[in-house]
């Protein structure tokens, strides 16, 4: 700096004093860049120190010209020599910084301080001036500063609240992002531990402990905390949730404070929480749809939802849904539904669509459930707690699941009301069959199919023919639940108008023809049997149906395979043909469905095998017979097809039978033996005659035209009466030959016509049946 | 009055120059033709028939009655059938459509019968 103006006498005092006090001197030099003394009037003495740092030669700043002022930047000089004058005239120190020339041409900016050094007297001797190169610090505050401006800027501005507390926990200092997030002023969260104003409760209402607290526990030990979430407490006293972390500020070991910084995370977490909650949705409707699907019945899946939705989210709900024009409760999670009867039909009513509560009940929600556009029910839900909206159950997520729920009902309904007529159908078709009809007992049993969407098309009928027959038939329609229900009404009325005046074979003939001509494209299979009593002997044909069974008195039983077809409906053209059996005393005749006796996976030879020998074991013939019979061969396995049994046994209490041995002396015991009977039967007198008789005439006509002079053949007699009526069928098993002389014939069958009301003959290749029918009139002739 | 061919079951009668005829049997296809070889047998003027005691007359039986009545008269034999009313074979033969004036009601009123012609 400066020469000193006017150098004084005691310039060399100055410099003893300044050689004599070393540690003086060491100390200035250690700190200072330049050291220099000056005399009394301002001029400068040699300095070592200065020409170092000037790099002036010494006879430019020793003169009296001052020419140390050189050095000193032009703007800073007028200012410096005014403060030398005037430092000069008190004698008074002082402090100046201006900016100095280095050597290297670079202007420095230098801090000096000046201190008059008293003579003995008290008036100034010289000056001693220290120089202090301040570039170095000056620039790095202000690079500090400018970076503090940068970091100002950020932490300002910054989304992020910074926070920094002092050792004890209190709040030095808030950005506006912390204010804007917390609500408090930097004063109001002085007034304590932060912990204490803005982390004092969790948001499930305890207290939050600052012990627990992570980031006291971090700053008590003095580590930093890496990020993590928490939920802080705003002024308002709501939460919010955060990511905080916090960094010790330490300076010399000592713990001066904490820096933290809290990110604010309502928005990331709503975005999350949303895409959870959709996530969750869409699983949970997935799994609701599932569910549902697993039943079939409206009420079901209505019951089933409410236990789902209530299970999933807490509380109750409850689905009202219009049936044939009625609101009905379908389902209930708990005791009694959400809502009344009389609210939810006020709910479905009501014009105003976006409505979702009902007035005076508090938490109870409700969503209408829509199919084909119109309010087809109503969803009510009752929630525990949380309000819908804040948690997963808002109100769009009810009108997904409502969606859902319309949906799953409406298909539901259609499917019940398609399968309520087919089953209505099935059943009417197979009521009012009896447990027997004349001396043939019956036992049937029909088991659904356990497979929800298949419905089978079985059915069974029986009836009787004019001839005295029963007609048994079973059958399966293969199609589509209406349509099948539908093709088997049609086939069962066919049958049995077709049958008074067909047989088996040509039964199935007319039946292809009914077939044909019907607009659905169904295949059906069938077995027609028709069972005579008098005769103990069954025709029967199978039209792609598995063959009936016989089953003895014993238990044994064979499968009657003859008189096998086509099925009806199918494209091939096929000959019906027809078959006849004979059944022995005690023998029953089994019709039935495959459903019986097939199963998945497993060759039918196996369903044949343990139908016999479920037969063998299911007790006596009784009207349980065949339901027996059922269980025991769907016992334990799943059934996905109907399965139906129509068992018959000829049994005729007080019936008449007898067997000629196509001996024409054998007729008179013939006759004696149903003279017996037909007293028995309270028979007597003229009917009596004519009975025996008629019964004579054609059982004579069997030994006589059908054997001939071959006696070994059998003629069987049977007789009995059934509802008013007396039945004769005499059948034997011989060629029918044309009689000859054909007067008895004529006069035997003249006879028979006048005795008996009804008789018929019938040819076929297994032989010649004669049936008579009487009426048995309540007076004198019985 | 002589016995003759009778057997189990047709009792032969001949008084004078009337031959009488009992089948105590059932007419039958079985007994038809012995009964018809009994009474196409007779070479009596008067043969009378009694089915007082015939328990069943079948269409075989009506036959051989017929024929053999159709075969006497032929030979201008008097046919004479004692047919009981409210028998069977009373009802029998109405049945079959005979006449039921031809019937005579016991045997005794046919043994008396006058013969025309």
């Known amino acids: ?782 | 009055m002589s016995t003759s061919d009778s057997d189990a079951e047709f009792d032969i009668q001949t008084q004078r120059d009337r031959r009488v005829i009992t089948p105590r049997c059932d007419l039958d296809m079985a007994t038809a033709p012995t009964f018809r070889l009994h009474v196409e047998a007779a070479t009596e003027p008067v043969v009378i028939v009694d089915f007082t005691d015939v328990g069943f007359i079948d269409s075989a039986g009506i036959h051989a009655v017929d024929r053999s009545i159709t075969s006497l008269s032929e030979r201008h034999q008097d046919v004479r059938l004692v047919v009981p009313s409210d028998s069977i074979a009373d009802w029998t033969f109405k049945v079959a459509g005979f006449d039921p004036g031809f019937f005579l009601p016991t045997l005794d009123v046919a043994l008396g019968a006058q013969q025309d012609g």
């Not at chain 1, 972390?245 to 604010?264: C, L, M, N, Y």
């Not at chain 1, 007789?719 to 014939?745: K, Q, S, Y």
Request: with cysteine; net charge negative; aromatic share 6%.
């Open chain 1, 1 to 782: 700096m400066p020469t000193a103006p006017d150098p004084t006498p005691a310039e060399s005092d100055a410099v003893a004093l300044r050689e004599r006090d070393g540690r003086y001197r060491l100390l200035l030099e250690s700190t200072t860049t330049a050291l220099f003394t000056a005399a009394v009037d301002g001029s400068l003495h040699p300095s070592e120190s200065w020409e170092q740092f000037t790099g002036q030669p010494r006879s430019a700043y020793t003169g009296p010209d001052r020419g140390g002022f050189d050095m000193v930047h032009p703007d800073d000089r007028c200012a410096l020599e005014q403060d030398w004058v005037k430092a000069v005239e008190t004698r008074d120190q002082f402090v100046a910084t201006y900016r100095l020339r280095h050597r290297s041409g670079e202007y420095r900016r230098v801090r000096s301080h000046v201190v008059p050094v008293p003579a003995s007297d008290g008036s100034p001797r010289e000056w001693v001036g220290a120089i202090t190169d301040i570039e170095d610090e000056l620039r790095a505050r202000e690079d500090l500063d400018r970076q503090g401006e940068v970091t100002n800027t950020i932490t300002e501005n910054a989304s992020s609240a910074l926070l920094l507390m002092d050792p004890e926990g209190q709040a030095t200092y808030v950005n506006p992002a912390a204010v804007e997030m917390f609500g408090y002023r930097l004063d109001e969260l002085r007034k304590g531990p932060l912990h204490d104003i803005i982390h004092h409760t969790r948001p499930d209402g305890s207290p939050y402990p600052m012990v627990e607290c992570p980031i006291d526990q971090a700053v008590e030990q003095g580590r930093p905390r890496e990020p993590y979430e928490d939920v802080f407490v705003r002024k308002d006293g709501t939460f919010v949730p955060v990511r905080a972390a916090a960094s010790p500020i330490q300076r010399d070991g000592e713990r001066i404070g904490t820096v933290v910084e809290v990110q604010d995370l309502t928005i990331e977490h709503g975005l999350r929480v949303a895409l959870e909650a959709s996530s969750r949705r869409a699983q949970f409707l997935a799994e609701l749809a599932g569910k549902l699907d697993g039943y079939v019945t409206v009420h079901e899946r209505a019951q089933q939802a409410v236990e789902v939705l209530a299970e999933s989210f807490g509380g109750e709900a409850s689905i009202h849904v219009s049936l044939g024009g009625k609101l009905e409760l379908c389902g209930a999670s708990g005791q009694s539904p959400v809502v009344s009867d009389e609210e939810a039909a006020a709910f479905i009513g009501s014009a105003d669509t976006t409505a979702r509560t009902i007035d005076g009940r508090h938490g109870v929600f409700l969503v209408p459930i829509l199919a084909r556009g119109r309010r087809y029910g109503v969803l009510a839900v009752r929630t525990s707690g949380q309000p819908p909206g804040e948690g997963c159950l808002d109100d769009s997520f009810l009108d997904e699941i409502a969606t859902r729920l319309g949906l799953a009902l409406d298909n539901a309904q259609l499917y019940e009301r398609e399968r309520t007529v087919s089953r209505t159908l099935q059943l009417g078709l197979l009521r009012g069959v009896s447990a027997r009809i004349g001396d043939v007992r019956l036992s049937y049993a029909y088991e659904p199919g356990s497979e929800t969407m298949a419905v089978g098309g079985d059915w069974y009928d029986v009836f009787r023919l004019p001839d005295g027959t029963v007609g048994l038939v079973v059958g399966d329609v293969v199609g589509h639940a209406l349509e099948a229900a539908t093709e088997m009404s049609l086939l069962r009325g066919a049958v049995r108008a077709l049958a008074v005046e067909a047989g088996p074979a040509e039964l199935l003939c007319r039946l292809d023809a009914v077939m044909s001509s019907s607009p659905s494209d169904v295949m059906a299979t069938l077995a027609y049997a028709q069972l005579d009593p008098t005769t103990s002997t069954v025709r029967y044909a199978c039209a792609g149906h598995p063959p009936p069974l016989v089953m003895d008195a014993t238990g044994g039983s064979r499968l009657l395979w003859d008189g096998r077809s086509m099925p009806l409906g199918s494209s091939a053209t096929t000959e019906r043909v027809d078959a006849t059996a004979e059944l022995g005393a005690g023998d029953s005749l089994v019709l039935y469905t495959d459903g019986l006796i097939e199963r998945r996976g497993e060759s039918l030879d196996v369903g044949f095998g343990r139908l016999g020998t479920s037969v063998a074991s299911t007790g006596p013939f009784d009207e349980a017979f065949a339901r027996r019979l059922t269980d025991r061969l769907l016992d334990g396995s799943t059934h996905d097809d109907d399965a139906c049994v129509l068992a018959a046994r000829i049994e005729a209490p007080g019936g008449f039978a007898h067997e000629l041995h196509a001996a024409p002396a054998e007729l008179a015991d013939l006759r004696r033996e149903l003279a017996v009977w037909l007293t028995s039967v309270g028979i007597s007198g003229e009917t009596a005659n004519g009975v025996v008789l008629a019964t004579s005439e054609a059982a004579a006509n069997s030994v006589e035209h059908a054997y001939g002079s071959d006696h070994n053949g059998v003629t069987s007699i049977h007789a009995g009466i059934e509802a008013g009526e007396l039945h004769v069928v005499v059948r034997d098993h011989g060629t029918w030959r044309t009689p000859n002389p054909p007067g008895d014939r004529g006069r035997g069958r003249f006879l028979m016509r006048a005795i008996m009301d009804e008789v018929s003959f019938e040819h076929d290749s297994t032989g010649t049946t004669v049936r008579m029918r009487r009426r048995l009139g309540s007076g004198a002739d019985t």
